[in-house]
């Protein structure tokens, strides 16, 4: 029986993770490398669930017992000695996931899930940092994960029914729909999503047309409810790129190299809302209504 859950990485995925479960009865510890990560998620958290306390789906009352139900922690050793699980949500970067893994697995108790929230790392080859490789999966949320249905559940080589079984069913308790799916790069989602946003970002470095009008087009003639280059200043161009050299390596297949404009502009530090500019600005103001915006879709 699930119960005791550890969020690794309070960013962008690990605060929504963290709500979701908290959210839903389940008792968290939030573990990130410093206090202000920690604090700037819980911040982020308190923000959503007035969000949604204003829209008339949440008391006072609720808030205050999610929040209450999530610890935090600097030190993954302290957070997991009673875990049932762990989802690990830190920075998409391979030699990162594997060490963070390595730990897991040592301080974890054996029966422990380890799952990770990866875009498009091997399941395979994280769980081969385990001694645990059948209780190693992929719990692949969705941004903003409180309000986006889907998890895409990743089975590795040596997933187990039983830990496929339980984590199917254990997503269906947060109100998310679990979708199967084998473990190659990039899985379904950004193997589909990560060549659109790409080839968004190469109209725009060929100067076919400007931000907004690519934005536009895809918006007003394809029903997306965004356009790509705003969903990728979303999502983080950062993890964008990561997610599109992971496919490039795994596939090598040229498709899916990153346009040098997002190369760029992720040296340049311009990673999307959470650095404040992206393809469109974030200064402090403009970001509230921008956000605010993306919630209430
Ligand atoms: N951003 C998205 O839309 C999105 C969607 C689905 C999945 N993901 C995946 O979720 C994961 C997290 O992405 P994100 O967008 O939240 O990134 P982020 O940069 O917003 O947050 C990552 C967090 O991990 C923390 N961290 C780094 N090393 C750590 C460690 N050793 N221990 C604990 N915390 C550590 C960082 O301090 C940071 O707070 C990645 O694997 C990413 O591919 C992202």
Do not use: W
Not at 109 to 119: G, K, R, Y
């Amino acid at each position: 029986m699930i119960k005791n859950i550890v969020v690794i990485g309070a960013g962008t995925m690990g605060n929504g993770i963290a709500h979701t479960f908290a959210q839903s009865g389940f008792k968290v510890n939030l573990v990130d490398v410093s206090q202000e990560a920690l604090d700037r998620g819980l911040k982020t958290i308190t923000t959503n669930l007035d969000r949604i306390i204003a829209k008339g789906n949440l008391t006072e009352e609720q808030k205050a017992e999610t929040l209450g139900n999530i610890a935090t922690f600097t030190a993954l050793q302290d957070a997991v000695g009673s875990a049932d699980l762990i989802v690990e949500a830190a920075t998409e970067n391979q030699e990162l996931k594997l060490k963070i893994f390595g730990q897991m697995d040592e301080f974890a108790p054996e029966n422990c899930i380890l799952a990770t929230n990866t875009s498009s790392i091997s399941i395979t080859k994280i769980a081969a940092a385990t001694k645990r490789a059948d209780k190693v999966i992929g719990m692949h949320f969705m941004n903003p994960v409180p309000i986006m249905k889907l998890v895409e559940i990743i089975k590795g080589y040596s997933t187990s029914k039983e830990t496929f079984d339980s984590i199917y069913e254990m997503s269906k308790t947060l109100g998310k729909v679990p979708v199967e799916v084998n473990d190659y790069p990039g899985f379904v989602a950004n193997r589909i999503l990560m060549p659109m946003i790409n080839e968004s970002i190469e109209t725009l470095y060929n100067g076919v047309a400007g931000v907004e009008e690519i934005d536009t087009v895809m918006k007003l003639g394809m029903a997306h409810p965004m356009g790509p280059l705003q969903l990728a200043d979303f999502i983080g161009l950062d993890v964008c790129l990561a997610i599109l050299n992971v496919m490039y390596d795994g596939f090598k297949n040229p498709k899916y190299a990153p346009n040098p404009l997002l190369v760029n502009m992720v040296m340049a530090g311009k990673l999307g809302i959470k650095s404040g500019e992206g393809f469109y600005d974030y200064s402090e103001s403009k970001k509230a209504e921008k956000v605010a915006k993306m919630f209430s879709k």
